[in-house]
């Protein structure tokens, strides 16, 4: 196997085991040809040439030895010796104590061969990933329950949607057709990370994700590669409560000028991860700004909006996050910002193609109150 596509393997299991429980996940095993792992939670199975070995390899060890002899320009060789992994290189030679093959630990408790469910677009499958990882990476670990640690994945005869949450905002990937889900469950939210990691190395070569699940686990397979997953128990929130509005007030901005002047609003910020903003919206027109200890900006952008005038404060930094997630996950050049009206109810993001939807609640300032002019729009 290529000494590079074998790095990013053993790099890619040892991020995945480093947190795991128990030191035995730590270990990674060589069978028929496929590198297995697993961090007690999420089973991978890769493939790797024509190595084969009876003994399970530290995972950590060996990523670190790959990097280090690719770094040097060297090709790497090695072989299992015994209960030993024997790696030998232009200065000599280095053992890794392993362990006997039959402690490999498995994960899930999914048939060996599921029938599949379904079967997506790897892009589409990936933007919606790369969306949910982006949100459940910005949580501030202030929200306790344990639902929100993962993405809720609803599966469509025709489609799928996968929404995650993260305190005060949610995003939400919809790709499908139909009322009715024919499986629902919460994806861990290292499997998240895990998925877009290998989705994105396996681009261009994949271009199908097939779908398998149970009532306790999920698979997907794309190229050659298979990923299982426990899900998380219970029941995710109702996420569609959220959207529940009184009515709709659109205004449409260019997305990227939109991620421009939230950039520049956080700059001097001593706060990184909490930057109020002040979104003022008026005819044809949403005003930007912010104030902090070392000064102020004041932005106005051009907005397609025909509302009543209305100013809500929110977190620039989430916001930020949410609109950058949204152009990732969408070729859209412009995004519909929503509100139903009041300073204290979810500022919603719509892409142009309406895949994509992001929620964010308004910080609540206790030193404001709303102006007669905003009570009544």
């Known amino acids: 196997m290529d000494s590079r596509a074998a790095a990013r393997s053993f790099s890619d299991v040892s991020a995945l085991v480093k947190h795991a429980p128990l030191p035995i996940y730590g270990y990674c095993r060589l069978h028929g040809g496929r590198l297995l792992a697993s961090n007690g939670v999420t ?25 280090t002899l690719i770094r040097a320009g060297e090709a790497v060789r090695w072989e299992c010796d015994g209960d030993r992994v024997h790696v030998s290189h232009t200065y000599g030679d280095v053992w890794l104590q392993g362990l006997p093959a039959d402690r490999y630990p498995a994960a899930t408790d999914l048939e060996v061969l599921p029938d599949p469910l379904a079967e997506y677009d790897v892009k589409a499958f990936l933007s919606a990933l790369r969306l949910a990882d982006r949100i459940l990476g910005t949580r501030t670990g202030l929200h306790c329950d344990p639902n929100f640690e993962g993405a809720f994945l609803e599966v469509y005869e025709d489609g799928f949607s996968l929404v995650a949450m993260g305190g005060p905002s949610l995003v939400a990937y919809r790709h ?5 889900p024919v499986w629902s469950g919460i994806l861990p939210r290292a499997t998240v990370g895990f998925l877009v990691k290998r989705l994105s190395a396996s681009l261009p070569d994949a271009d199908k994700v097939v ?36 009515n709709e007030l659109p205004a449409n901005v260019a997305v990227d000028p939109f991620i421009q002047v939230l950039e520049l609003c956080a700059i001097g910020s001593a706060l990184l991860h909490l930057i109020p903003v ?31 005038r209305l100013t809500l404060l929110v977190n620039g930094k989430l916001l930020l996050d949410l609109a950058k997630a949204l152009s990732e996950a969408t070729e859209g050049e412009a995004i519909r910002i929503l509100h139903d009206g009041s300073p204290h109810r979810a500022l919603r993001l719509i892409s142009e193609d309406e895949k994509v939807l992001c929620v964010l609640m308004p910080l609540r300032d206790a030193g404001e109150s709303p102006s007669k002019e905003e009570e009544s729009s």
């Open 43 to 67: 089973d991978i199975d890769l493939p790797f040439g024509e190595s084969d070995g009876n003994v399970l390899i530290p995972a950590q060890e060996m990523a670190t030895l790959y990097k």
């Open 176 to 180: 499908q057709e139909g009322d009715q």
């Open 278 to 308: 002040h979104l003022s919206f008026s005819r044809r027109r949403l005003d930007i700004s912010t104030e902090h200890e070392y000064g102020s900006t004041q932005q106005s952008l051009p907005t397609e909006y025909q509302g009543g």
């Open 211 to 246: 779908f398998s699940g149970s009532s306790v686990g999920a698979r997907f397979s794309f190229a050659d590669e298979h990923i299982s997953t426990r899900l998380i128990e219970g029941t995710y929130p109702d996420w569609r409560k959220i959207l529940a509005v009184r």
